[in-house]
């Protein structure tokens, strides 16, 4: 559940591919080929709202899904290739978090 400008509107977490940050704002991305839709709260506020589901924050402006993730790219820093062509930059900090979640996800199932 997600407000929105009249209300709350639902969605499907599992659709969510990426979350932006955009100013106070949030533009967030399914992986239907919709628009992506712009939420007026910060990206920290959005990282509370789905904490325990597969998304993960990679760093101070995005949000990705870890179902999403196609690989890891060593150019530009290091960045992650998401399956919808989208890169995201990621710190080495975070990457190791990342590979440590990813590590835990594949254990349980």
């Known amino acids: 559940m997600l407000p929105s400008e009249d209300g709350f509107s639902f969605y499907d977490i599992d659709k969510i591919v990426r979350c932006e940050k955009e100013g106070n704002s949030t533009k967030i991305y399914f992986n239907d080929c919709t628009e992506p839709i712009s939420i ?13 589901s597969f998304l993960y924050t990679v760093n101070c402006k995005n949000i990705i899904n870890l179902n999403y993730i196609k690989r890891y790219s060593n150019n530009d820093g290091g960045c992650i290739v998401l399956k919808d062509g ?24």
Do not use: A, N, P
């Not at 007026?40 to 325990?52: A, C, P, Q, V």
């Open 86 to 109: 989208s890169r995201i930059t990621i710190s080495q900090y975070r990457l190791k978090q990342l590979v440590e979640k990813l590590k835990e996800i594949v254990r349980v199932c």
């Open 40 to 52: 007026e709260h910060t990206i920290w506020e959005i990282e509370e709202m789905i904490s325990g």
